[in-house]
């Protein structure tokens, strides 16, 4: 059968990889997929700097070669951001081209319009590569538990952070230098923001909403908190309690609506989850018949990212003669039958927290604490007072709650804040059990 | 679009909970495959007892009025065992009918008789549920790894042998006792050879090795050992050096062909794996370009297996009027296409080993035992000489071994046991790193 034909946008740490996989393991991949994914032309931005690599595969400085090429059938775009990706995209698409890409941010912010676009003209567009890196996630959700109503999902889906979390809980060590150390060794970017608040995760998050529950891309909706703010204490109670901290994004079905949100969680140490450790990444879902499941591996890096990209490949190889109707829809439900259940504010999320707070050690202070937060529902799972350190007269109070609404949570901090007898801010860091109940 | 058809032979654990989640989840699936899928006939063995659960499906006690229905596209066979499973699914193919079955011991006893015959026929045959239950394993190995070279795998893949082995080790109570419990509790069956002695774990091995490395199933050639002579002593000693050790089958690409093994393994105990407890189910998966990557869940019960049925119903709507070619080949590579690389005897596997025996605890002993460890090649990674128990005169002698050869490993054992200030037998149990190098 003749070979499939494929450009490529981008030759950096993805497209490199992309092309070193397709090469290295090209038998095997034509033992599979039935025909051969052929390379044809690559864009890149310096041709100096990519000929080494793309070793007599045809460049171009100019993406839209790529798009415009009537020899192509499949583009991959691998070069990240909102544009030019956004125009490269739509007109691969306009061209009748299907299109693999690993651009999240893409993916989170233009989804909506992409897929409608690539419905109309009746071309595939994938993004395995796009969340978690080289774990089939995508695929997980969107094939793999077709059976289950999903109930939720919680995944570390932004390796930088979870590697800083890592270190700080190994070493005890601050977030400005576990930061500026994974700058150094290439964990973290000069510019650490997307990853640290959490909006890479949260890009992430709501691709994997959108496939869960069969609704659209709502990137502006998701809650983001990020772990700028933890700090080592935080870690190591968190410890003594039984329980990890980790960057979190979270879907979760509740009454009223989808909860979509990210941020520092406490877990039980207990769960799998809990122990990934690292620059990894996992997801964990519950479904309604199949229970909790959960995948693991690299998040990024060329050649994990790679295997997504290539995965994606042979599927749209395999399925591009097919009816369009009869192939995987791109949100996991046909186009016709996303649902409009709202996203909810955060205000209205139901969970359970970690609250801490400086207190003078003097008489009453538990007892206002506690009444604050019995007067607004909230009912308290542990308490612990630390002794105070030598010579000073504040003392650390770390309280658990049981699962309770946000916004009574954010009435009683305001509450506990205004305390003649409590210092400064209250931390408070969500808590989930992420248990199979 | 017109309802898919499918018939049930089986109405039991997996197929009682296969009629339930179509049920329950009817619209979600419906709204994700684009068309109804409709249970329209159901073969049984009791129609009183299925009646209820049945709610007005029409039954029959004869399975060819199933396979022979020309209403009918897709057969699920959900009875187990291999006769007359074989049967039914050889007749249902040669009906040009589809097939989902969840049935292991069919698939790695008859499955290149069953999958050529679908070859010739064009139609499809799945078993996600024959391996891990609800986890989507076939499926990442199949499509989401297909960009991989498969280095290795190793799974916990036996629900019953893991919660055996996670309570033995939770309470230190022995393997008998605890088998027992299991039976009591419904996680063991009466006659529990199938799961202790790792024959069904092998069954899946064979299903994953097959679709890893693109070989035919060779059920024959696995080497099979199970858990009934693990004493709670070992499990002790293994946790003590940092190891849990849990029944893995494991299917490696060596030097001169296919290792293909299901034996008790310890593994390091910050390994996500090792932490697989109770009756959950992990497979870890080494690909060259992704890495390591790992999968969990429920791996049996019955809505968890309904999961990966109905997952397979799904896929076989999706794709039945595709060009058969073009289709996910079986065995994950082109039926033209398999490699007859060889399964290696245990006797050329590689790896680590801890062995523990009692000695007389006189000079000389070790200087003994560790020269013909020696004499065999075999580098010792750790020793460790136990106590005397008070009034005995023999002591506990626990070495690791780094990697080796395992036929030099049974000629130092039978000379370790020939040594007159050791008493009984020396075991041994394999030991696997399982890092990412």
Redo the contacts between chains.
């Keep these: ?1 003749k070979p499939i034909h494929v450009g490529l946008l981008g030759l950096g740490t993805v497209g490199g ?1 992309t092309l070193t ?2 090469r ?2 090209a038998e ?2 034509t ?4 025909r051969e994914i052929r390379v044809v032309r690559a864009a890149v931005r310096n041709l100096d700097k990519a000929e080494a690599l793309a070793g007599g595969l045809p460049l171009t400085t100019n993406p839209f070669d790529v798009v415009d090429d009537p020899e192509i059938d499949i583009v991959v775009e691998l070069i990240g951001g909102l544009e030019p990706a956004r125009e490269l995209v739509m007109q691969a698409i306009a061209n009748g081209k299907h299109v693999v890409t690993a651009n999240k941010h893409l993916v989170a912010k233009y989804g909506n319009e992409i897929f409608a676009a690539a419905q109309a003209k009746g071309v595939m567009v994938t993004f ?1 590569a796009a969340v978690a ?4 996630i995508i ?2 959700l969107r ?7 999903i109930e939720w999902l919680a995944g570390i889906i932004n390796g930088t952070s979870n590697f800083i979390l890592s270190e700080m809980r190994d070493k005890g060590a601050a977030f400005d230098d576990v930061l500026k150390e994974a700058q150094r060794l290439g964990y973290a970017e000069a510019d650490p923001t997307f990853d640290i608040e959490g909006i890479d995760a949260a890009h992430k998050l709501t691709i994997l909403s959108a496939i869960a529950f ?1 609704i659209p891309m709502q990137f502006e909706r998701a809650y983001t908190e990020g772990i700028s703010q933890l700090t080592r204490e935080d870690v190591r109670y968190a410890e003594e309690l039984g329980y990890r901290i980790k960057l979190l994004g979270i879907a979760r079905r509740a009454e009223n609506g989808i909860e979509l949100r990210v941020h520092p969680t406490l877990i039980p140490e207990r769960r ?1 989850i809990a ?2 450790d690292g620059a990894m990444n996992a997801v964990l879902v519950k ?12 998040g990024a ?1 060329s ?2 990212t ?6 994606d490949l ?2 749209v190889t ?2 591009h ?3 369009p ?5 791109h949100l ?3 186009p016709d ?1 996303l649902a409009d259940t709202p996203i909810l504010p955060m205000e209205a999320v139901r969970t359970a927290y970690y609250l801490r707070l400086r207190a003078f050690d003097r008489p009453g202070v538990l007892a206002d604490i506690t009444r604050i937060l019995a007067d607004s529902s909230i009912s308290i799972d542990a308490m612990v007072q630390k002794e105070p350190a030598e010579g000073e007269e504040q003392v650390d109070i770390i309280l658990l709650t049981h699962v309770t609404l946000e916004k009574n949570v954010n009435a009683a901090i305001a509450k506990i804040e205004a305390l003649d007898a409590v210092a400064g801010k209250v931390m408070r860091i969500r808590l989930e059990d992420l248990g199979a109940k």
Tied chains: 1, 2.
């Design positions: 059968m990889g996989v397709l290295r393991n095997e991949i033992r599979r997929a039935g395995e890196g080289g774990i089939p695929k997980a094939e793999g538990l077709t059976a289950n109503r069969g799998l122990n990934v479904g309604d018949a199949v229970g909790p499941t959960l995948y693991y591996g690299a890096g050649e994990p790679a295997s997504a990209v290539v995965a042979v599927d395999r399925l003669t097919a009816d109707h009869h192939r995987v829809p996991a439900f046909q039958q």
